[in-house]
């Protein structure tokens, strides 16, 4: 899994590439909040256009992400999900706390 970040207007943008399971959740997780400790964030998209693979580990993950940022008042955005994790993330729910935008 490869994690590569910009901001831009103090929005952190995040790519993700690769599977999201098990054996990497831990990694990503610890990798997405050191980044989140950037001062003057205002909102964080996730790109998930390069993600092949997830399942309930990274569905967690996303939700503990969501948890963090949320209690700094910071909106957490997904953008691009291939169709198998748009479903994924549909079927879970995670659309309801955490909106998908295009592009």
């Given amino acids: 899994m490869k994690v590569s970040h910009k901001t831009v207007n103090n929005t952190l943008y995040v ?3 690769g599977e999201i399971d098990e054996s990497c959740a831990a990694e990503v997780r610890a990798k997405l909040d050191a980044l989140f400790e950037e001062d003057g964030l205002i909102k964080v998209v996730m790109d998930f256009a390069a993600v092949t693979f997830m399942d309930s580990t990274g569905i967690g993950m996303l939700i503990g992400r969501y948890k963090t940022l949320k209690k700094k008042g ?3 955005l997904i953008s691009s999900p291939k169709n198998a994790v ?3 993330l549909l079927l879970s729910g995670i659309y309801e706390i955490v909106p998908k935008i295009n592009g």
Avoid: S, V
């Fill in 74 to 76: 910071i909106p957490l």
């Fill in 86 to 88: 748009d479903k994924l």
């Fill in 15 to 17: 790519a993700l590439c």
